[in-house]
């Protein structure tokens, strides 16, 4: 028979014992690893509670933003009220709202002077903002008043002969002790060239009951180029009425 000897099983043993025992007088008699494990589920729990915690929250406040941003009263110091309006825009003079009723603009200037720490109102930046935009609407009504001068222009440059017969259609849009001044819309009958723009009218047969605001459809021959309005005014194409 085989025989094993067990002393140095029993060594062996006996140091594993001794380990464990250091580990646990260690730990506080095993107290500190459970309370170590439990801190970790509990962490893990908090931190699944902390996250879902927020992604309730954090709607709810974008939400409460929102109706606020929406809800703003402002009141002028000579007592006008703007209630549960939106602010649009900020700008240096002022602030754009949105309203029931469409955009308005209330200035800073019009404003209680805490709101105007609340937006940090400059007076130096809003005047020369103000300055800024009156120079670009000015240069914007120039440019637009020679576009439409040109456009005048070149209506009046458009190519007819003396001695021909033209339809006009439009509108009165002046009337002298002699003639009508015609707003063509450019229609005419197949065969005969379209007018269009300003031109002057003469010898219609219905001149005595024309009024602005009437429409005429008539031939007309064309005559000599005239004035309407004064010296100062540029030539429209000038037409006789046929009888």
């Not at 043993?13 to 107290?31: E, F, K, P, T, V």
């Not at 007076?123 to 935009?133: E, I, T």
């Not at 009508?180 to 009218?201: F, K, M, N, Q």
Request: charged fraction near 25%; glycine fraction near 8%.
């Amino acid at each position: 028979m085989q025989t094993f000897n067990r002393f140095p099983l029993e060594r062996a043993g006996n140091r594993l014992q001794d380990a464990l025992c250091r580990i646990i007088r260690h730990l506080g008699s095993g107290n500190r690893l459970t309370r170590f494990c439990h801190c970790c589920v509990e962490t893990k729990r908090g931190t699944i509670r902390r996250v879902k915690y927020w992604q309730t929250i954090l709607p709810i406040l974008a939400a409460l933003s929102a109706s606020l941003a929406l809800a703003d009263d402002f009141k002028t110091t000579d007592g006008k009220e703007y209630k549960n309006v939106k602010v649009s825009r900020v700008e240096p003079d002022g602030l754009v709202l949105i309203t029931k009723s469409g955009i308005s603009k209330v200035y800073f200037a019009e404003l209680p002077k805490g709101v105007q720490e609340r937006f940090h109102y400059d007076p130096d930046k809003a005047a020369a903002y103000s300055a800024q935009q009156a120079a670009d609407l000015e240069m914007l009504q120039q440019q637009q008043q020679k576009l439409a001068e040109q456009q005048n222009k070149d209506r009046s440059q458009q190519p007819v002969t003396q001695g021909e017969r033209y339809w006009i259609s439009g509108k009165i849009v002046g009337k002298s002790n002699d003639a009508l001044l015609i707003e063509c819309s450019g229609e005419a009958p197949a065969g005969y060239d379209p007018i269009t723009g300003r031109v002057v009218l003469r010898n219609h047969p219905h001149f005595g009951v024309l009024a602005e605001g009437d429409h005429v459809e008539v031939f007309a021959i064309a005559i000599a180029a005239a004035q309407w309005g004064g010296t100062n005014h540029p030539y429209l194409h000038t037409f006789r009425a046929v009888q």
